[in-house]
C-alpha cells in the first residue's frame, strides 16, 4: 500500500510517481499523425500545383483550467484546429477558397505530460503552416466531420469536401497512393480512439 501519497479521481497519482508507458507505445492521435506525414520541405513553400494542393494552417487553441489547483496537475483544455486556403488559380469558386475550421483532435491534461501530444506543446494561436494534396485534406476532413466537436458543422464541412474535389485529377482523387490511404485508415482510427477516449473523461466518477 502506498503512503504518504493521496489519491484523486482527477489525477489517480502525483505526476511524479505515475507509470508512464514510454512514446513509442502509444498510438498517436489525427493530429501527430497527420504531421508526422508532413515533409520538411513541405513546411516553407507555396503550392506549387493549384489543382493538386492546398495550403494548410494547424493552431493550438487552450483553455486553462477552469478549477486550477495547486495540489494536482491542472487539467488544461486543448484543442488542434485546421484551416485551409485553396489557391486563388485552383478553378474552385471563391466561396469555397477558405474552409471551415474544423477540430483536427481534443486533449485534456498537463501540456508537459509525457503523453501529451506534440502539438499541445504548440504557442497558442501561431500557425503551423505546410502545403498538403487537396485530396488528402478533403478525406481527412470528410472523416473528421463525424467527430463529435465537428459534428454540428457537419454538412457545411462536406459541402466544401465536394467542392474542392471538382477538377481533381482522379487518380489524385480517388487516393491511388497507398501511403495516403494508410495516412486516411489511421486518422479514421483515431479519430475513434479519440471518440472513445472523449466519451471516458465524460463520464461521471462513482
Not at 484523486?8 to 511524479?16: A, D, I, V, W
Not at 503551423?128 to 488528402?136: P, T, W
Not at 457545411?156 to 467542392?163: F, K, N
Request: with cysteine; glycine share 4%.
Amino acid at each position: 500500500m502506498a503512503t504518504g501519497l493521496f489519491c484523486s479521481p482527477r489525477q489517480p497519482l502525483p505526476h511524479q510517481h505515475s507509470i508512464q508507458l514510454p512514446k513509442f507505445f502509444l498510438k498517436p492521435g489525427p493530429g501527430d499523425l497527420w504531421l508526422s506525414t508532413v515533409e520538411a520541405a513541405d513546411r516553407s513553400r507555396l503550392p506549387s500545383n493549384p489543382q493538386e494542393e492546398v495550403y494548410c494552417e494547424l493552431f493550438l487553441v487552450r483553455q486553462d483550467d477552469l478549477e486550477p489547483n495547486t495540489f494536482f496537475t491542472d487539467q488544461d483544455q486543448h484543442q488542434l484546429r485546421a484551416a485551409i486556403y485553396v489557391p486563388v488559380n485552383s478553378g474552385i469558386h471563391d466561396r469555397y477558397r477558405l474552409s471551415p475550421v474544423i477540430v483536427v483532435e481534443e486533449w485534456e491534461g498537463w501540456r508537459g505530460d509525457d503523453h501529451a501530444p506534440m502539438w499541445a506543446s504548440w504557442e497558442p494561436g501561431m500557425p503551423v503552416s505546410f502545403v498538403e494534396s487537396r485530396a488528402v485534406v478533403a478525406r481527412l476532413f470528410e472523416c473528421l466531420s463525424d467527430y463529435e466537436p465537428n459534428r454540428h458543422a457537419a454538412c457545411e464541412i462536406l459541402e466544401w469536401v465536394v467542392a474542392i474535389l471538382v477538377g481533381v485529377p482522379e487518380e489524385v482523387g480517388s487516393l491511388h497512393d497507398d501511403g495516403d490511404k494508410t495516412l486516411i485508415n489511421d486518422a479514421m482510427l483515431s479519430i475513434d480512439i479519440a471518440e472513445v477516449q472523449l466519451a471516458d473523461q465524460t463520464k461521471p466518477f462513482i
